[in-house]
């Protein structure tokens, strides 16, 4: 599940630190400590851009490794979550270049188009809609509707509303201004949602509802 | 309030960023129109769905396994 951090006060020191402050002194177990923490966000942020598991696994093990290599980089005024998402997205994108040889992958790629900045079906959904599908197959809708987002929203979604990153933070770790994740992720949200509807919406009857028993 | 008015602003209203008297708007707009209700409901819906069910779940094992080889390299790096 996504570890929504709350906003800690500027003179409150976050956990992290302390745990970084120890790391740099030469003691490796704080380091467990921080993987242990952040590897299942990690993991799933690489999956969100690479779509592949292998190249996921790969991704976050480099992340952790280069973030513990240039931990003397690391500047205590940004979080280090953040800090450590934006090694994992680079990592991940640097991978997904690789595997397009050729083609440019860019997610700061103004998308021009105003497509999907408008819902198209107003059906309302059922109760509980998830309850119609078991556990593989939800999953599988989930991930295949997801997938069919461009890439510029679907990570923004990643990021902002799946892991909890704040909007100036999503934007950071892309990248990006405020304006354009946040433009990015409305349609990013009104395209999953239509997409989504396809498979949670009301079925409506086609004959009158029976009285349960009344079937011969 | 228009519907392309409530739409613009859909972001900060799941965000629940709004001033008081937007938000009285918006509540004499959703009155009346389904479309926007749905959408509303639904938006935030899709949101809830993607954060409680994990996708791209990491088994114990390949989690545990990961977790070893990356400490193992940083031991080596330093
Ligand atoms: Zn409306």
């Not at chain 1, 290599?69 to 997205?89: C, H, P």
């Not at chain 1, 989930?142 to 892991?163: H, M, N, S, W, Y």
């Not at chain 2, 008297?21 to 209700?37: F, M, P, W």
Request: proline share 3%; aromatic share 6%; glycine share 4%.
């Amino acid at each position: 599940m996504s570890t929504i951090q709350s906003v800690a006060g500027q003179d409150e020191q976050h956990p992290d630190v302390a745990l970084v402050e120890r790391v740099r002194a030469g003691d490796v177990s704080a380091y467990d400590t921080l993987v242990r923490k952040y590897e299942r966000q990690l993991f799933r942020i690489s999956q969100h851009i690479t779509q592949n598991r292998e190249d996921a696994e790969d991704v976050m093990q480099d992340a952790f490794l280069k973030a513990y290599e240039k931990l003397d980089q690391f500047q205590g005024n940004s979080k280090f979550y953040t800090w450590l998402v934006r090694i994992a997205v680079n990592e991940s994108l640097m991978r997904l270049r690789k595997r397009r040889t050729g083609k440019m992958v860019s997610i700061d790629d103004d998308i021009v188009t105003e497509e999907g900045s408008m819902p198209r079906d107003f059906a309302d959904w059922a109760p509980n809609p998830e309850q119609n599908y078991n556990q593989a197959e939800l999953a599988e809708i989930l991930k295949k509707t997801i997938q069919g987002l461009p890439e510029g929203f679907r990570l923004v979604f990643a990021l902002r509303d799946v892991e909890g990153l704040s909007t100036e933070e999503t934007a950071e770790t892309l990248g990006l201004s405020v304006p354009a994740v946040k433009s990015r992720l409305l349609r990013a949200r009104l395209q999953l949602r239509d997409r989504l509807t396809r498979y949670f919406k009301k079925k409506t009857p086609a004959v009158a509802p029976q009285v349960n028993g009344a079937e011969a | 309030m228009k519907c392309t008015e409530f739409l613009a602003i859909l972001d900060d209203v799941i965000d629940e960023s709004i001033a008081a008297q937007t938000r009285a708007e918006i509540e004499v707009h959703l009155r009346k129109c389904g479309h926007c209700e749905v959408v509303l409901d639904t938006t935030r819906k899709t949101i809830e769905i993607y954060r409680c069910h994990e996708i791209y779940e990491l088994p114990s094992e390949v989690s545990e396994r990961l977790h070893n080889a990356i400490m193992e390299r940083c031991k080596k790096a330093k």
